[in-house]
């Protein structure tokens, strides 16, 4: 059985045998907040919309991505008026994702929301079928690409303290 660290190689290695089979784009990439697990996950599923990015027009496609533990997601979710949301939201505007940190429960979380949301700026719409239209494809790419820590494909749930 292979390490993480083997992982973590082969994802580095994939990672940069990308960018140079094709030109560099002009997407930048911000993260903030969460593990570097959670950054990772997050700038390789990014990474993989990366094309679909560049048939947008312009050439400023920057980006932030904001992982929040999952209370004060709730609290910045609700100062946007974000009510049908419960995971993750983006502002096309200021070109902002916001994640909860629940969304890295597991990996199925992971590809339904992150993919969604990038959804969204690939089509430069805030309709959810546009959004999902282009999610399916970066979801495809994401599950052949993006390596998730064994941590996500078997989580380790603990069961809540019996209250008298």
């Known amino acids: 059985m292979r390490s993480w660290g083997w992982r973590q190689m082969l994802l580095v290695l994939v990672s940069c045998c990308s960018l140079f089979t094709r030109p560099l784009t002009a997407q930048s990439l911000t993260l903030i907040g969460g593990t570097p697990i959670q950054q990772q996950l997050s700038a390789c599923i990014e990474h993989v919309a990366a094309g679909e990015f560049d048939r947008l027009p312009g050439e400023d496609h920057t980006m932030t991505i904001v992982i929040l533990e999952h ?69 495809i790419r994401a599950r052949e690409v993006c390596i998730p820590p064994i941590e996500l494909l078997h ?3 603990f069961p809540n303290p019996v209250r008298p």
Do not use: W
Request: hydrophobic share 40%; with cysteine.
């Open 71 to 139: 209370e004060k997601f709730l609290r910045v979710k609700s100062s946007f008026q974000a009510n049908r949301t419960r995971l993750a939201f983006s502002n096309l505007a200021i070109r902002r994702m916001y994640l909860s940190s629940k969304v890295f429960q597991d990996f199925d979380s992971v590809l339904r929301c992150i993919p969604h949301e990038l959804g969204h700026f690939v089509t430069q719409s805030p309709y959810e079928g546009d959004a999902e239209l282009a999610a399916a494809r970066i979801r």
């Open 155 to 157: 989580p380790v749930h």
